[in-house]
């Protein structure tokens, strides 16, 4: 029942709260919902356990911060980027684990790699680039014709096998002009070149 001072009865707990303590429900004669918001949370998650589901633990937060879900830390919203659809105005996930999650969906749904698969690649590279085996390899290398992943490379070697458009004869090329075999070609006749063997 409603008090005409304010307060309704919890059908739940049966105290006497203010009306605010009540969400709204157009379908009851006061506008309230029967259960007060206390009593509505517990009773929601009562039936998500009875259904063998999980239901998480709000935490306070305070204003201007907001709890990411994955890290499961409180940070300010200068840390979150900013999503008009949502409700709250800022995105699910702080910037750092929605980087995170951006990369391994990029990864999985361009060469099918996961997290797993890519440690293990690096793991069967000793940890190293293929190319220079010096650097961290960070940067998935595939064939730009078949899609195929053929290594893990640090970012130098990856833009450089970028740069020469995967061709094996620009790279044998480049080889032995850095050991000292410059490709020339000899002018024979005026407009005429021979290519050296």
């Known amino acids: ?13 049966k105290r006497v709260l ?4 009540f969400a709204s429900n157009k379908a009851m ?18 039936r998500q ?16 911060s907001k709890r990411c879900p ?16 949502s409700s709250d105005g800022w995105a699910s996930y702080c910037r750092e684990c929605r980087a995170e999650r951006n990369r391994i969906s990029y990864f999985k749904r361009k060469y099918g790699l996961t997290p797993v ?8 590279q000793a940890g190293v680039c293929c190319i220079c085996l010096d650097a961290l390899p960070e940067h998935v290398d595939h064939c730009h014709e078949t899609g195929r ?6 970012f130098s070697c990856n833009a450089a096998l970028g740069q020469f458009k995967d061709r094996p ?21 005026p407009g005429v070149y021979q290519l050296p063997s």
């Open 117 to 124: 698969k890519r440690d293990a690649l690096i793991a069967d």
């Open 70 to 85: 994955r890290c499961e830390e409180v940070k300010p919203h200068s840390q979150w980027e900013r999503n008009k659809t």
């Open 29 to 46: 004669r006061d506008g309230l919902q029967a259960y007060c918001r206390e009593c509505s949370a517990e009773y929601y998650r009562e």
């Open 169 to 189: 004869d620009a790279i044998r090329r480049a080889a032995a002009y850095v050991e000292g075999n410059a490709w020339k070609p000899t002018l024979v006749a």
């Open 149 to 154: 992943v053929r290594g893990v490379l640090c």
């Open 1 to 13: 029942m409603s008090d005409p001072l304010g307060g309704k009865d919890c059908s739940r707990c």
């Open 18 to 21: 203010p009306r605010a303590s």
């Open 49 to 64: 356990e009875a259904k063998g589901k999980a239901v998480r633990v709000k935490v306070p937060v305070p204003r201007g």
